[in-house]
C-alpha cells in the first residue's frame, strides 16, 4: 500500500473517532425526543423526562469538556431543557447551559460539529446554513436559548482574540411582545478551534431612540392597510420593523451611547474562557 492511501485512512479515521461522541449524543437526544413525544403526561413521564435530560447533561460534560464562564455556575446542564416536540423552547442549541439568577446572564457551549447539525435542523426556519452568516442573523439568537423572539439592532465592532476564529456581537431586543424599543441585550459568539462559546446578557446598556429612525417607522406604519387581506396589518408591521432595525444599524455607530455598548460587548468577551 502507498503512503499517501495510509494517510487518507489515518485522517479519514480521526475525524470519524472526533465526529462519534457528537453522534452519540445526537443519536441518543433523538432517541428521547422520539420517546417523550409519544409519552403521556404523567409524573411518571416528567420523572423520566428530567432523567433523561440529565443523561445528556453528562454526556455533554464528557464532550465539551471543562467549561467555565465568569460570574455563573460551574456545572452547566443541557440547554436542551425539552425533549417533548412541539413544546415551547423545544429545539435550543445543543450544548452546556449556563444562567444567572433570573437568567440576567445566559451562557451556551457548544462544538462545531454540533453547531453545524443544529443550523441544519432549523433550515426551515430561516436559519442561514453558514456559521459566520448565522451568527450574523437575528434567526440564531431567537432560536438557540430561552424561548422569547429577539430582534438585532446592530452589531458591535468587538476585537476578535488571537486565539479565536470568529468572535461576533450583537445589540438587540429580546421578549414576547413589541420588539421596537431601545435595544438593550448584548449576546457575544467566540469560536476556538471546536468550542462555540454564546453569552447574552439582558439589561447590559442604556442606549436611547434615534429620531430619524423613529420616522422610518412612521411613515411605514402610515402606509394604507389592504382591507381584502386580514393578515396585512402584521406584513405592514414587519415591514416597518425591518426599515426601523436596518436604519438602527446605521445610525447607531453614531451615537454617544455606542462607545459604551461595545465596551460592554468586549468585556462580556472577557468572560469567555478563551486562552
Same mark, same amino acid.
Given at each position: ?7 487518507? +485512512?489515518?485522517?479519514?479515521? @480521526?475525524?470519524?473517532?472526533? *465526529? ?35 443523561? +445528556? ?11 467555565? %464562564? ?6 452547566? #446542564? &443541557?440547554?436542551?431543557? @425539552?425533549?417533548?416536540?412541539?413544546? %415551547?423552547?423545544?429545539? /435550543?442549541?445543543?450544548?452546556?447551559? $449556563? ?12 462544538? @462545531?460539529?454540533?453547531?453545524? /447539525?443544529?443550523?441544519?435542523?432549523? =433550515? /426551515? ?7 459566520? *452568516?448565522? !451568527?450574523? &442573523?437575528?434567526? $440564531?439568537?431567537?432560536?438557540? %436559548? ?13 476585537? #476578535? ?12 431586543? =429580546?421578549?414576547?411582545?413589541? !420588539?421596537?424599543?431601545?435595544? /438593550? ?12 462559546? $454564546? !453569552?447574552?446578557? @439582558? ?24 382591507? #381584502? ?5 402584521? *406584513? ?9 432595525? #436596518?436604519? $438602527? ?6 451615537? &454617544? ?9 468586549? &468585556?462580556?468577551?472577557? !468572560?469567555?474562557? +478563551?486562552?
Amino acid at each position: 500500500m502507498k503512503w499517501p492511501a495510509v494517510l487518507c +485512512l489515518l485522517v479519514f479515521a @480521526t475525524n470519524a473517532d472526533a *465526529a462519534a461522541p457528537e453522534q452519540r449524543y445526537l443519536d441518543l437526544r433523538d432517541g428521547f425526543i422520539a420517546k417523550f413525544s409519544k409519552a403521556p403526561e404523567n409524573d411518571e413521564t416528567m420523572k423520566q423526562h428530567d432523567a433523561a435530560l440529565n443523561e +445528556l447533561t453528562g454526556v455533554l460534560r464528557g464532550l465539551i469538556g471543562p467549561a467555565t %464562564i465568569k460570574g455563573l455556575a460551574v456545572d452547566g #446542564k &443541557s440547554n436542551v431543557d @425539552t425533549l417533548f416536540k412541539g413544546d %415551547i423552547g423545544f429545539g /435550543h442549541l445543543d450544548g452546556l447551559g $449556563f444562567a444567572s439568577e433570573g437568567d440576567k446572564m445566559q451562557a451556551v457551549v457548544s462544538t @462545531t460539529g454540533l453547531l453545524k /447539525h443544529w443550523l441544519a435542523e432549523h =433550515r /426551515h426556519d430561516g436559519m442561514p446554513q453558514e456559521i459566520g *452568516a448565522a !451568527l450574523r &442573523s437575528d434567526r $440564531f439568537y431567537y432560536y438557540a %436559548i430561552q424561548d422569547a423572539a429577539f430582534a438585532k439592532y446592530a452589531e458591535l465592532p468587538i476585537a #476578535k482574540p488571537a486565539s479565536a476564529s470568529v468572535a461576533v456581537a450583537v445589540l438587540g431586543v =429580546r421578549g414576547n411582545g413589541d !420588539l421596537k424599543g431601545p435595544p /438593550h441585550e448584548i449576546d457575544v459568539v467566540a469560536i476556538q478551534g471546536e468550542k462555540v462559546f $454564546f !453569552l447574552a446578557v @439582558t439589561d447590559a446598556v442604556k442606549t436611547a431612540e434615534i429620531p430619524g429612525c423613529e420616522k422610518v417607522w412612521k411613515q411605514m406604519m402610515a402606509r394604507p392597510l389592504n382591507k #381584502k387581506d386580514p393578515r396585512d396589518d402584521m *406584513a405592514r408591521e414587519d415591514q416597518a420593523m425591518d426599515a426601523y432595525t #436596518k436604519c $438602527f444599524a446605521r445610525e447607531a455607530p453614531g451615537q &454617544s451611547w455606542f462607545a459604551a455598548a461595545v465596551g460592554k460587548a468586549q &468585556s462580556q468577551l472577557d !468572560l469567555l474562557p +478563551l486562552r
